[in-house]
């Protein structure tokens, strides 16, 4: 036991530790072996080397315990004196990311709508040319398509060229009381500049029920314009042709920056184009499966990079998609 103590003084890690251990009480270790030639001892003699046995291995275990602890110290005195920190060493700044402009935009508008009680709807950006046109009231042989170039995959597939498949999809699956706004990208053929890109974002929105009118949908313009323009904003409907509403029209807002005067921001007109809406078309509900003689609606499409041009002022539309960090950063 003496010989055992001095050497376990010796242990300087766990791992020495561990071996002293499997030396001392393992299966094979040197006071097993004791224990297992007992056998051969005389009646008188077993109690009296057992006894001694037991204090041996209680003491070994003891003081195997009470170094274990030391050297836990030991390693956490060693530890705690890597780890100090100099305070005097300067800090290192982190750079911190902010939201695009774009998002900042499409974020807000969603505020607004879910505000009054609008649901987000999604649906896919690879779309079937059914949902994107034709079940829009825009057959194979209508005009409108020849406007809108689409990158199509098949003759049956396409990239989506506005969000309005979503609400499509959204009128076949759910009956009318419907409410949803559906922000997303969508995609057209156009060359890129200062005002056109072929990947763009839109907010559109869709209401439809029992007595819905032209008026509901100037209101909820209305206070669209003013959440997101200030209180002091108004609204001009010009009448437009779009083949999923009737009637339908162009909304202008006044300008943010002049308040309607005129400036160089709005070209000295006083209003900003920002989006169109109409009242859907009764086509449009029949092939969706709702019954145009009880239900109406109203539909709008908002476009998320004209909005966010007006509202930050910015007069390339490129600046939003180059992810210039000088640009970016001043949206913190």
């Not at 499509?168 to 706004?181: D, F, L, N, T, Y």
């Not at 921001?265 to 029949?286: S, Y």
């Not at 476009?303 to 210039?324: H, K, P, S, V, W």
Request: proline content about 5%.
């Amino acid at each position: 036991m003496r010989l055992a103590a001095e050497e376990l003084k010796g242990m300087k890690t766990m791992n020495d530790l561990d071996k002293f251990r499997v030396k001392y009480l393992g299966k094979k270790g040197e006071l097993t072996l004791v224990l297992r030639g007992m056998g051969r001892l005389s009646p008188e003699e077993r109690p009296v080397i057992g006894k001694l046995a037991n204090e041996v291995r209680t003491s070994i275990e003891d003081n195997i315990e009470n170094r274990m602890k030391q050297l836990a110290r030991e390693e956490q005195v060693q530890r705690l004196e890597k780890e100090v920190i100099d305070i005097s060493m300067p800090g290192k700044r982190k750079n911190l990311g902010t939201k695009h402009p774009l998002s900042i935009v499409v974020d807000e508008i969603k505020e607004v709508f879910i505000g009054m009680g609008y649901k987000i709807a999604e649906g896919p950006e690879v779309e079937l040319d059914y949902y994107n046109f034709e079940a829009l009231n825009t057959p194979p042989d209508h005009p409108a398509r020849d406007v809108q170039d689409t990158f199509y995959i098949t003759e049956k597939i396409l990239l989506r060229t506005q969000t309005s498949p979503v609400q499509a999809r959204v009128m076949e699956k759910q009956k009318p009381p419907i409410k949803i706004i559906c922000p997303g990208r969508v995609y057209r053929s156009d060359e890129v500049d200062a005002t056109h890109s072929p990947v763009f974002h839109q907010v559109e929105g869709l209401v439809v029920d029992k007595g819905v009118t032209m008026g509901d949908l100037i209101g909820t313009l209305k206070e669209f314009a003013k959440a997101l323009f200030g209180e002091k904003t108004e609204i001009r409907l010009r009448p437009h042709h779009f083949p999923f509403t009737e009637p339908s029209a162009e909304v202008d807002v006044s300008c943010w920056t002049c308040g309607g005067i005129g400036c160089r921001v709005c070209k000295g007109e006083g209003w900003i184009e920002i989006l169109g809406a109409g009242m859907v078309h009764p086509k449009v509900l029949k092939m969706c499966g709702i019954d145009p003689e009880v239900y109406s609606g109203f539909a709008f499409g908002i476009g998320a990079e004209r909005t966010a041009q007006g509202r930050f002022n910015i007069d390339d539309m490129r600046l939003l998609y180059e992810n210039d960090i000088r640009f970016l950063r001043q949206f913190k």
